[in-house]
């Protein structure tokens, strides 16, 4: 089933014997969920992710668990916790375990594909104008205060991240602003950007892989914000188009500019202590693109109308 280059790349990310286990679970759901024709996604992440077919749905994709963080036990809960309109099909689950199969998007096309940003960003408000639907606080999602405090906490004080931390510590008091105004609290995606929207076979997109996370609905639009220029720099005319994609939410939402420009600054800052956890010696020059990466967002912020 796996080619020796894939064994290779399976061992030396999720450790020697992981592979022993995922055979074991295959045989398995074969019986018990009717799976067949695995194909290994070639996408090292926190699980091994399997296209396969299912006897009772068809093209399915099997999610097994990784070995680290439970994200897939949350994964399964959000998707049960966000509008199934929107977002794909839960077929089984085992918790235990942590393991689950999915509907397959077809054909899949990321909207990220989408050339004109200013048709991926209409596609992306309809869908955050549905995925929603408020629910009562289940303890085992974290907050996004949690992700910030977590995020602080696991930052050491070295030298060269200095200038990561203080963005992130401006950001949980940002953070703490938007809390104030008095949002309304949902259960939110938490990594809503252009590769978790797929083109379905109707035409439309579908939403994938959400961590789940509370808070208000506003943090789910800057991840979207984030990835547009995450990737491509941040030139002027880079700076002209966010600037724009935030009025386009604004102007259809009931946030500020003001509002949504804070939103992306802390989730850039967010973003980039991620990437610096638990590294002990940083390239300073990634070092460096993260701290040019959240500069970028706090002049945006900066620049942008005060709250409404």
Known sequence: MFKE???????????????????????????????????????????????CLSRDHGASVLKLHGGFDNYLGLEAKALSHLNDQVVCKVYHTNMNKGDMVIERVEPGTVLRQEPSYEKRARVFLDLYKAIHLGHDIMPEFPSYMDWLRRAESRMDRQVLKAGVHKYLLEAID??????????????????????????????GYTVIDPKGVYGPRLMDLPRYILNEYLFDGFDQAMYDRVVHIIKIFSADLTYSQK?????????????????????????PQEVKRLENTVAFSKKIMDDLVDFN
Request: glycine residues 6%; contains cysteine.
């Open 5 to 51: 280059d894939q064994i290779k790349a399976i061992d030396n990310h999720f450790g020697q014997g992981y592979l022993d286990q995922v055979k074991d679970k295959l045989e398995t759901y074969e019986n018990q969920w009717h799976l067949s024709h695995f194909e290994w996604i070639p996408w090292c992440s926190a699980n091994l992710v399997l296209k």
């Open 174 to 203: 940002c953070y703490q602003m938007i809390l104030d105004q008095g949002h309304r609290i949902f259960l939110l995606h938490g990594d809503f950007h252009h590769d978790n929207i797929l083109k379905n076979k109707q035409g």
């Open 259 to 283: 509002e949504i420009g804070t939103s992306l600054f802390i989730e850039t800052a967010l973003m980039a202590a991620w990437c610096l956890e638990g590294v002990e010696m940083p390239d």
